[in-house]
């Protein structure tokens, strides 16, 4: 499979190829236990479309799922969901420009559940019966998809790339294709599409899971021996030819985007077969350019930084140019500067090169993530692995296991200098090039000419050597006299320790082999966004700058350099009920983990710097928010569910103009430095060193006051019904509105069974609705259901759909959901509906319960509401106690079109 290369594949997995050139690859991983994952990959895309056909390879991935030879239309959807899969999450394709990838992941491993699945792959190989009428249903759907796809950022990295690619075909064939041919294409086109591109010779099938492999042959062997092309392989198609370039200069106008330049090199694509040599001049470049990054990250978080953020790196794309980039985004009138500071900084890094010390950093950094990666290989997910194979054979790479990885990481890095990573950057910033792009709202005054004026004029700048940066060590590994245990209780049926320090601070523990060298750490501090004035706005959106900020001794740049060699990290957010960090690390960091929250914690520096550049993001990502239906949606919803609450409110540009930097510490400090601490930790480690950790750190802070239970919550609640539905405006295409639609059920849990009905009817519902809305009408691609019910707020919690389609087919859609109410209250769903909901629901909690993730999110408050932990004990067993009868009483307490709370999001242009 993997012929012409020197690199060893991984040994657990086993490939193979059919006597019709059909290959496979087949892994017998048990993490989770029980499940399995399929993937078919198919080496065809948009790139091998006609120019009539442009659109159809993605229109034939959904046709995959609409009829086959053994699977009649509207069958494959409900056969997988009564076997427990869900539609989206574990039933899925998507299609790309060289590729087709169908994805099944199994919740079960019986041999009806695996047979099912390998059944309907191979009916998507060369079954399809690609009925016109069902074509023609979906077109509409897949039109919606492009309006929904079709945003200021897709049209911006579409303009970007193809600029890249100049000369290429795939400049030419974007797999979403052309509305035109969509709308009118006979499906005789598409048929010719499938015959001659889904091909046994062209596809790979990729079985993943707690399965023999032995017996899995057999089966592939069976089932897919038979497949035969139809006719003749077709001829390749003419790639292009990647076009010459010297220096240029291009603006694209993009409204309601971002502002980025960038600076771009491009050679031709070396199509060599995956080797070690190969790889190793990948990764030479590589760390010189994450050099350049770093030198660029650390110029962003300085004050009166010239831009908001910048990267770098070097990918193929698209199997047609090997690209080197430098982007920065800025402020729309500080596009000058970011432009002649990135390419000062590419200029000074190929004149000088990198230091021994920062090359010796990066080295340090990725040994860092591979030993990760090795020592959790045993338990690595099925799904991740299933992907990762369809990847390599996208990218025509070997796949090696994570310890082989290592061990030619360590190969290749061994005695490598900085001289020989220079010299690899002298040949990165070469070919076609340099490339300067102005990305932007509105163009310059001279518009190419004026961006290339900037360019020459910082070009005339002669650059100086870097300065050397000093070591740094990490300070914070002392916070006082470790902290004395005053309680200590298990849960022995959940696995849980809870201890209490004598300062107030709780540690809820649960060791797990889930992922091996794989732990997970929560602080939870006061009462949130529930603690805060619920009369007035507050900058809660400054919650990101917390990290940036650093700490008091150290600043962030200053935190990374200390910590190279340790997988560590914060993240910092605002929830309803607390102000809470993550961390995820490995077991062997553990200590260094709590170092760093507890000193994150304890002295946090709340830089204006940081402020500042937090708040210039918002800003400039704020008329993107205007730009979709979509959008507006993530903007608007939270707040106009909460009534309007400016806990719940999105910053308006006024209000994120008006802020200082002494409004983010003063919202800020109080909470963290005085709210009380709450502690849950995860994964591979022992009660002992947990509680041992835990006690040097947060158990040795100054004490805690224990905030007594408050019900003043502020009057958190659901809008009340309307006959009018709220409106809201984008700016995007006139063909492309929003709208939602929602009801008030209650919280989550002071009524668990409540809980269960609302989850399984909420899943009908939304089945219904892509059955009728999406499916029968194809008025639709975006339309989901979902219930939100708040573990914080008594009495808060409501059910919630929401649509992208046409503005005039937005009555339909409510006559829908009106229709489809009725009939709930009037009439009990019959088992097989009813089935049909619950077993993904189930399935998918199952497969959740077997991640840390899951145990991390649930351990909150898990100390002083036991509820909490019922709910975890219960939940399987309360799905499966739900009835058609629960539904319908369900249904005809909420599902009332007087209850009805409505939401529009309209083309600015049909007001």
Not at 236 to 262: C, H, N
Request: hydrophobic share 40%; net charge negative.
């Amino acid at each position: 499979m993997f012929h012409k290369s020197d690199l060893q594949a991984d040994p657990d997995v086993h490939f193979g190829t059919l006597a019709n050139g059909m290959r496979f690859a087949i892994m017998r991983n048990v993490t989770p236990a029980g499940q399995a994952a399929i993937r078919l990959h198919i080496a065809s895309g948009s790139l091998q479309e006609n120019g009539n056909q442009q659109g159809l390879a993605h229109f034939l991935e959904h046709m995959a799922f609409k009829g086959s030879t053994h699977v009649a239309d509207g069958e494959m959807i409900p056969i997988l969901q009564r076997k427990g899969l869900a539609f989206g999450p574990d039933i899925n394709a998507h299609t790309s420009y060289d590729e087709t990838v169908y994805e099944l992941n199994l919740p079960k491993v019986d041999a009806d559940t695996v047979s099912t699945g390998l059944m309907l792959m191979r009916e998507t190989a060369s079954e399809l019966t690609l009925d016109a009428s069902a074509f023609d249903r979906e077109r509409g759907v897949i039109l919606s998809e492009e309006g929904s796809r079709d945003t200021p950022q897709y049209r911006a990295a579409l303009e970007i790339r193809n600029s890249l690619l100049a000369g290429k075909r795939a400049t030419m064939r974007a797999p979403i294709g052309k509305t035109d041919i969509i709308s009118n294409a006979p499906v005789e086109l598409l048929r010719e599409y499938y015959w001659a591109n889904y091909r046994p010779e062209r596809a790979t099938l990729i079985v993943v899971g707690d399965i023999d492999p032995a017996a899995m042959e057999i089966e592939i062997r069976q089932r897919f021996g038979d497949w035969k092309a139809v006719g003749p392989p077709p001829a390749e198609p003419d790639p292009g030819t990647l076009e010459t370039k010297g220096e240029s200069a291009d603006v694209f106008v993009v409204p309601g985007g971002m502002t980025s330049v960038r600076i771009a090199w491009t050679r031709p694509y070396d199509a060599a077969p995956d080797t070690f040599a190969k790889r190793r001049t990948k990764l030479i470049e590589d760390l010189g350019l994450r050099v350049l990054e770093r030198r660029l990250s650390t110029i962003a978080s300085k004050a009166d930084a010239p831009f908001i953020s910048a990267g770098v790196g070097s990918r193929d794309l698209l199997h047609s140019a090997h690209v080197v980039q430098i982007a920065a985004d800025s402020e729309p009138d500080k596009w000058q500067a970011a432009l002649t500071t990135i390419d000062q900084e590419q200029r000074r890094i190929q004149e000088f090169g990198v230091g021994q010390a920062e090359l010796d950093r990066e080295i340090l950094g990725y040994r860092s993530i591979r030993q990760a990666a090795a020592a959790g290989a045993a338990t690595r997910k099925t799904t991740a692995i299933a992907s990762a194979l369809a990847g390599s054979v996208r990218d025509n790479e070997v796949f090696i296991s994570p310890a082989e990885d290592l061990s030619m990481f360590e190969t290749m890095t061994n005695g490598v200098t900085a001289a020989e990573v220079n010299q690899a950057l002298l040949h990165a910033f070469s070919g076609n090039g340099p490339q300067v792009v102005l990305q932007t709202t509105q163009s310059p005054e001279g518009g190419a000419d004026t961006v290339r004026q900037v360019y020459d004029a910082s070009k005339a700048i002669a650059v100086s050597a870097p300065s050397g940066a000093a070591d740094v060590a990490w300070p914070y590994t002392h916070f006082g006299e470790p902290g004395a245990v005053v309680e200590r209780r298990t849960d022995e049926d959940l696995g849980l320790t809870m201890v209490g320090f004598s300062n107030g601070v709780r540690l809820t523990v649960k060791p797990t082999k889930l992922r091996a060298n794989e732990v997970l750490v929560r602080e939870d501090i006061g009462r949130g966004r529930l603690g805060l004035p619920k009369d007035r706005s507050a900058p809660i959106w400054t919650s990101r700058a917390i990290e940036r900020s650093g700490l008091k001794a150290m600043d962030y740049q200053d935190i990374q350099k200390a910590l190279t060699a340790n997988i560590v990290g914060v993240d910092f957010s605002v929830g309803d009920s607390s102000f809470r960090f993550d961390g995820r690390t490995r077991t062997e960091d553990l200590a260094t983990q709590l170092q760093l929250m507890a000193a994150y914690t304890s002295d946090p520096a709340y830089r204006p710097e940081a402020f500042r550049r937090v708040q210039q993001e918002y800003l400039s990502d704020l008329d993107q928010y205007d730009a979709s239906p979509g959008d507006v949606v993530v903007r608007d919803l939270a707040g106009l569910v909460h009534s309007g609450d400016p806990r719940w409110t999105f910053p308006d540009r006024a209000e994120l103009s008006a802020a200082k930097p002494e409004d983010f510490e003063t919202l800020f400090r109080p909470m963290v430095s005085n709210g009380p601490i709450d502690i849950a930790i995860v994964g591979d480690v022992t009660v002992d060193d947990a509680i041992r950790m835990t006690a040097e750190t947060f158990g040795a802070l100054p004490p805690r006051p224990e905030t007594a239970p408050s019900n003043d919550w502020g009057d958190v609640r659901f809008p009340a019904a309307n006959k009018t539905p709220v409106l809201r405006t984008h700016s995007g295409r006139a063909d492309i509105a929003a709208a939602a639609l929602g009801v008030p059920v209650g919280d989550l849990l002071s009524d668990l069974p409540r809980s269960f009905t609302a989850k399984i009817a909420i899943q009908i519902f939304q089945n219904r609705l892509i059955d009728q809305f999406r499916i029968a009408e194809g008025a639709s691609y975006v339309l989901e259901g979902y219930v939100d019910l708040s573990r914080e707020v008594p009495g808060y919690g409501y059910a919630h759909f929401s649509v992208e389609t046409e503005p005039e087919k937005i009555p339909r859609f409510y006559a829908v959901v009106e229709e489809i109410a009725t009939d709930l209250r009037s009439h009990d769903v019959s088992p097989d509906e009813l089935a049909r909901a619950r077993e993904p629901i189930v399935e998918t909690l199952k497969h959740q319960q077997q991640s840390n993730e899951y145990w991390i999110e649930c351990l909150h408050h898990a100390q002083t509401d036991s509820r909490r932990l019922d709910r975890i004990r219960n939940s399987l067993t309360g799905y499966g106690k739900v009835t058609a009868g629960d539904i319908r009483v369900f249904a005809a307490t909420y599902f009332s079109p007087e209850k009805f709370w409505k939401f529009e999001v309209l083309p600015a242009t049909a007001r």
